[in-house]
């Protein structure tokens, strides 16, 4: 079978195929937390633990959110309309992470001291993006369902779920102002993010205009 009959079998895979694509990539999205808890198990984290699962569990919800946000685009360019099937899903992933994210840092960081995390949100910026982030994420994670969908309108529920443009700058910005000298890694994330963000934007022009 040449490659072009291959790409367009691929086009349209069987339910059974795309049921299989779903479950490998649920197991692949598994295997950062996986291998941060076998660190912690087996006690290779490093000198700092909480730092490195601090930074780990971050970077993974940028990934996320980014190849959340890369779907369309890559469906545009691809023509393959099943991989909308997996936005939900990495959505969530991305959702997950930033739980872990979060709890990092309230309990191994901050053992809850409410008042200390309290004075942190407000004189650190990049925090005060973050939690806002998290804050924003958790009704995208709530409405993900398909009764949700149903319950508030296709309309509004878009609405809301374009949220995650906001999301992922305000993602970016966390992790540009946490890093303090070398903001490459950063750099990095908020040229996807731009590229990705004006991809739609071209083609939001694009379907205006005819």
Known sequence: MSLPDRLRRFRSPSPRRISLIKAAVFLVCLIPFMHMAWGIYTDNLG??????????????????????LGITPLRKLTGWPWLLRLRRML???AF?????????????????????????????????VGFAAFVLMTPLALTSTNAMVRRLGGKRWQALHRAIYVIGILGVLHYWWLVKRDISEPLMYAVILATLLGLRLWWWRRSNAT
């Open 96 to 128: 997950f992470y930033v739980v872990l994210h979060l709890m990092t840092y309230l309990w191994l960081d901050q053992a809850f001291d409410w008042h200390a995390i309290l004075k942190d949100i407000i004189k650190r910026p990049f925090i005060t």
């Open 47 to 68: 000198a700092n633990p909480v730092e490195a699962i601090t930074h780990g569990t971050g970077d993974w919800v940028l990934r996320f959110l980014l190849i959340t």
């Open 91 to 93: 959505g969530l992933y």
